[in-house]
């Protein structure tokens, strides 16, 4: 069960947005980053802090183990897209692991606020983008939207056999990003397409593996074509 958040309510909610934070994180580190989300009107942004400690430093949080599935990190050094993708691609387990704690979440702030699915927008940046990806489409009823920071469709052969959701998208990853490669983006876009979704992409110019001023914006935005 996630027990820790930060959490920004603005007048009384009719929307609420779940920014999960990255692998080897923690929310307050979002926190930082988010004011243009925090106010709108009428909204609650929610950051909820993972439940399992990093494995590599303690003070952080994770959704998931990374080391798992690619202990020595080789995903962010291979020459190769495909060996790039296949790393993803095993994250199946650790996904559905933290699927499981998200959606509790989300229903949790659903009986908090008197919502539907459709009030609800999922976030999150790196790990925590990979999680929103995954939790939107396997949420039992359409969501609001998901918002992608520099994150990837991971168990994409699992997600394509077994989702039950098609939300609408919108992808901000940066074209300097070192981390999760920029390919990311358009391969992303292109096979949630093909499951059916409506997806909005934007390219940060020169962002890395981060979050930026422009990409929240464009958050605020995308969320604020949906109230």
Not at 6 to 15: A, L
Not at 134 to 145: A, E, R
Not at 193 to 200: A, F, K, P, T
């Amino acid at each position: 069960m996630i027990r820790e958040e930060i959490v920004h309510v603005n007048g009384i909610p009719k929307k609420v947005a779940v920014f999960l934070h990255g692998y080897q994180d923690e929310a307050a580190h979002i926190d930082r980053k988010t004011e243009a989300l925090q106010t709108l009107d009428n909204f609650a942004l929610h950051i909820p802090q993972a439940p399992f400690l990093n494995e590599v430093d303690k003070a952080k949080r994770q959704w998931y183990s990374m080391h798992q599935f690619d202990p020595d990190d080789k995903r962010r050094i291979t020459a190769s897209w495909d060996e790039f993708i296949e790393f993803y691609n095993r994250m199946t387990v650790g996904l559905t692991e933290a699927n499981f704690f998200i959606l509790q979440y989300v229903d949790s702030l659903l009986g908090e606020y008197n919502l539907e699915y459709d009030d609800v927008f999922l976030c999150g940046f790196s790990q925590g983008a990979m999680c929103a990806i995954y939790s939107g489409l396997m949420c039992p009823q359409k969501l609001g939207g998901v918002v992608s920071f520099s994150g990837i469709l991971a168990a994409r052969g699992y997600l394509e056999n077994h989702s039950c959701s098609r939300p609408d998208f919108l992808l901000l990853h940066g074209n300097a990003d070192n981390m999760v490669r920029f390919e990311a983006l358009d391969f992303t876009a292109q096979n949630l397409r093909e499951m059916g979704c409506v997806v909005e992409t934007a390219v940060i110019d020169g962002a890395g593996h981060k979050i930026t001023d422009e990409a929240v914006l464009a958050a605020r935005n995308f969320i604020l074509t949906r109230i």
